[in-house]
């Protein structure tokens, strides 16, 4: 693998977030030979998405190293000295030394191990890959819900009302979808609206009261337009005396003007 040296110290240097980063002593690896006494260097660690740099400190301005995590695993090892909480990143490829890395603790180690078993494309490929079959079968349940609702929906809407009437003139009446007047009065304008109601079911309390036999058009159904019709029958009513107190006061005015 190629990599362009600007590029990567460019890249661990620049402000974009880094996914885990600490102190940890290596032993070996690039730029970081192991020390005399076997103790192994402090460095200090920085991962962003699946590269590992190491810096000589927090301060660093140059990368002394860096790991490409990819094709390798992590796992808890062994370190030189006893009271170490050691990891190793071994490679599958042949003839590549792994990367013996310790941490300060025992919580600090099971983080940086977290950190770098999740940080390769392979991870993240095996992670969209699970996520996308979860949506899969969350789509297909709840394209089955809604079957069977409207299932249930449509079964019940045909128990509620088996003989309702298809649209048009019942008694001189326009029927809407549910069966409730459009008019408000009569063609022929003798009765008013609510009195030629189409017998078929109505949903709600009108079920109730049509299968007992009492008319439909009371303020206890839940009908809009039945309600509509039965608290606008004083109105009408109204509007009619007035038409006909009008009606009957023109011709004793129209007597009146004449010489």
């Given at each position: 693998m190629k990599l362009n040296e600007r590029s990567v110290a460019h890249y661990a240097l620049s402000n974009s977030p880094a996914d885990h980063m600490g102190f940890l002593r290596t032993w070996g690896g690039a730029g970081t030979p192991p020390t005399p006494s076997g103790t192994g260097r402090r460095c200090w660690f920085v991962l962003k998405g699946n590269l590992l740099f190491s810096f000589e400190s927090r301060e660093g301005r140059a990368p002394l190293g860096l790991v490409v995590l990819e094709g390798c695993t992590v796992e808890l090892a062994e370190a030189p000295m006893s009271e170490e909480f050691a990891f190793a990143i071994r490679f599958n490829a042949p003839g590549v030394r792994p990367h013996l890395l310790a941490a300060d603790g025992s919580a600090a180690q099971e983080a940086w191990v977290k950190a770098l078993s999740r940080a390769s494309f392979g991870y993240m490929r095996l992670v969209v890959r699970e996520l996308e079959s979860q949506l899969r079968d969350a789509r297909q349940s709840l394209a089955l819900h809604r079957h069977s609702s409207w299932k249930a929906i449509t079964s019940r809407c045909k128990l509620?009302?088996?003989?309702?009437?298809?649209?048009?003139?019942?008694?001189?009446?326009?029927?809407?979808?549910?069966?409730?007047?459009?008019?408000?009065?009569?063609?022929?304008?003798?009765?008013?609206?609510?009195?030629?109601?189409?017998?078929?079911?109505?949903?709600?309390?009108?079920?109730?009261?049509?299968?007992?036999?009492?008319?439909?058009v009371s303020p206890e159904t839940s009908c809009f337009s039945t309600l509509h019709d039965w608290y606008g029958k004083e109105i009408l009513e109204l509007r009619q005396g007035w038409l006909q107190r009008a009606q009957g006061s023109q011709p004793k005015c129209e007597g009146q003007d004449r010489p």
């Open positions: 509620q009302a088996p003989d309702c009437l298809p649209r048009g003139l019942e008694n001189g009446y326009s029927l809407s979808r549910d069966c409730s007047p459009i008019g408000l009065v009569e063609e022929g304008g003798s009765r008013p609206a609510g009195s030629g109601l189409a017998e078929c079911e109505l949903q709600g309390p009108a079920n109730f009261l049509l299968g007992s036999g009492q008319s439909p």
